[in-house]
């Protein structure tokens, strides 16, 4: 709900999401992994996904896939 409420505010104003914006983002879907209990190779694989879709893996170097 929190992702989605995001996503319509930054596609209402038209603006791209802040470094910010997309962390608070990432950490929320780390929070749905970890209650789904996603295998860890399934979160690097959607993370990777999104780090290159969107082009903001340099934003992000120190980033690492959270252990279950």
Known sequence: EKIEKMQD??????????????DQALELLRGIF????????????????????TGTRDFFPSFKIPAL
């Not at 970890?34 to 879709?53: A, C, G, L, T």
């Open 9 to 22: 505010e930054l596609e209402s104003s038209g603006t791209l999401p802040t470094v910010e914006k997309i």
């Open 34 to 53: 970890i209650s789904k209990k996603v295998p860890v190779e399934e979160q690097e694989k959607r993370y990777n996904r999104i780090f290159d879709e």
